[in-house]
């Protein structure tokens, strides 16, 4: 069976709210761009997340799997492996595989990024 192009809408998307996300602060607001079946199973994670100020992800350590995160508005506190590093709009972060990471909202605006985890 051939398959079909498909367009998504915006507020079509499975929505999910985490709190204290690996041990993180606050809510942090998951829509889901593409399933894993939609990326033939070559990734695990594709999606738009928003955090409130304050809110965060905590460190954690990706296997077998590495993570990108590209900022889409609001400012970022990014711990690359014990770095702390500002993200910005249009600043994109890779953690690759054994390697470990946090993300937290700095600013007054709520911090929107997009959020890919791709299988190795």
Do not use: W
Request: proline share 5%; net charge negative; charged share 25%.
């Amino acid at each position: 069976m051939k398959e079909r192009s498909m367009i998504k809408r915006d507020k079509s998307y499975p929505v999910q709210v985490r709190e204290q996300m690996r041990g993180g602060d606050g809510a942090v607001t998951i829509e889901e761009l593409l399933t894993p079946a939609e990326m033939y199973d070559k990734g695990r994670f594709f999606a738009r997340l928003t955090f409130g100020p304050g809110a965060s992800i905590g460190h954690h350590v990706h296997e077998g799997e590495m993570e990108s995160f590209y900022i889409i508005s609001g400012e970022a506190e990014y711990d690359d492996n014990g770095e702390t590093v500002a993200l910005l709009p249009g600043d994109c972060a890779l953690t690759p595989s054994d390697e470990g990471h946090s993300i937290k909202s700095t600013g007054d605006v709520p911090l929107v990024l997009i959020a890919m985890i791709l299988l190795r």
